[in-house]
């Protein structure tokens, strides 16, 4: 199982990007699934999550400008981010929780996509 991030750039400080992550390979079912970040010298933040039934959950610092959201059929997550400040510059992560048959329930993390955000 993979999990495939895409749509991070580079951005003008006010501006937006939106982020897609697709998982694929052979699963059952996907529960919660979430975006994290990582700015140089920093721990991996959480930035949002979301159940499968669409119960979503933010980082202070992104209320109100980022929306989490998902296509449960397309088994992929997105994140758009408006009104985006230098401070949400990092790398960013998807992660989500997989169940697959001879292994339960696990987390998968994607591979990370940066964003920058110039001001």
């Not at 991070?8 to 996907?30: K, N, T």
Request: glycine share 12%.
């Amino acid at each position: 199982v993979q999990l495939q991030a895409s749509g991070g750039g580079l951005v003008q400080r006010g501006g937006s990007l939106r982020l897609s992550c697709a998982a694929s390979g052979s699963f059952f079912s996907v529960d919660r699934m979430g975006w994290y970040r990582q700015a140089p010298g920093n721990q991996r933040e959480l930035v949002a999550t979301i159940s499968h039934g669409g119960s979503t959950k933010y980082a202070d610092s992104v209320k109100g400008r980022f929306t989490i959201s998902r296509d449960n059929a397309k088994n992929t997550v997105y994140l758009q981010m408006n009104k985006m400040r230098p401070e949400d510059s990092a790398v960013y992560y998807c992660n989500a929780e997989i169940y697959s048959a001879g292994e339960g329930w696990y987390t998968r993390w994607g591979q990370g996509t940066q964003v920058t955000v110039s001001s």
